[in-house]
């Protein structure tokens, strides 16, 4: 069983940024891949980003490219999203997950553990 913790969101106002963290416990992630998620209100979860368990791989979504900046730290259990020149339309609550059980990083179904998610609100 892994628990996941998400922290960092909170209200940016566009061009700003914001570095979200997520703790893992109850067992380590350091073997496993681990990403995040967002959902927008009215929209449905979309995938942000991705990590391979040894950080050597990372993927982003198309609208985060060159933006959002996935990383790990496996001695402290910990993955991050720095999130720099922020957009209204990156409003949404971000989820982190972890332990992927098919090789669709994309996919929701794909991931066995969430967290509860924490809010990022960009102003315009």
């Known amino acids: 069983q892994v628990q996941l913790v998400e922290s960092g969101g909170g209200l940016v106002q566009a061009g700003g940024s914001l570095r979200l963290s997520c703790a893992a416990s109850?067992?380590?992630?350091?073997?496993?891949?681990v990403g995040w998620f967002r959902q927008a209100p009215g929209k449905e979860r979309e995938f942000v980003s991705y990590?391979?368990?040894?950080?050597?791989?990372?993927y982003y979504a198309d609208s985060v490219k060159g933006r959002f900046t996935i990383s790990r730290d496996n001695a402290k259990n910990t993955v991050y999203l720095q999130m720099n020149s922020l957009k209204p339309e990156d409003t949404a609550g971000y989820y982190c997950v972890a332990v992927m059980m098919k090789n669709d990083y994309k996919s929701l179904q794909s991931w066995r553990y969430w967290g509860q998610g924490t809010q990022v609100t960009v102003s315009s």
């Open positions: 109850g067992r380590t992630f350091s073997g496993n891949s």
């Open positions: 990590i391979s368990w040894s950080g050597g791989s990372t």
